[in-house]
């Protein structure tokens, strides 16, 4: 059974930065691709970053471009979302999710997600 945990969430000032971390158990394809999606209070939940796991080309919502990194460390079925000059407006839970691929990633049809890490971002 597939299991996603994301962590890393938590409360930081405008301009600040986090590490939210997904870790998966249980055995995905390697040909999954993997996204994180947010959903703050009282809106829809909106696509992030995603990235193939065989590959290296990620891609990113415009609302966080230049300023979100997602990474991969196959080794240790970790993905990672580096996020940087941290905003209020990015304060939800963060999700990651695993799909089959990479423009399921994009419109959230995931096969597996986990729990949500909350992200707090205060002005």
């Known amino acids: 059974q597939v299991q996603l945990v994301e962590s890393g969430g938590g409360s930081v000032q405008a301009g600040g930065s986090l590490r939210l971390s997904c870790a998966a158990s249980?055995?995905?394809?390697?040909?999954?691709?993997w996204g994180w999606f947010r959903q703050a209070p009282g809106k829809e939940r909106e696509f992030v970053a995603r990235?193939?796991?065989?590959?290296?080309?990620?891609a990113y919502s415009d609302s966080v471009k230049g300023r979100f990194t997602i990474s991969k460390d196959m080794a240790k079925n970790i993905v990672d979302l580096q996020m940087n000059s941290l905003k209020p407006e990015d304060t939800a839970v963060y999700y990651c999710?695993?799909?089959?691929?990479?423009?399921?990633?994009?419109?959230?049809?995931?096969?597996?997600w986990g729990q949500g890490t909350q992200v707090t971002v205060s002005s």
């Open positions: 249980g055995y995905i394809e390697s040909s999954y691709s």
């Open positions: 999710c695993a799909a089959p691929s990479f423009l399921q990633t994009a419109t959230g049809q995931c096969d597996f």
């Open positions: 990235i193939i796991w065989s590959g290296d080309v990620p």
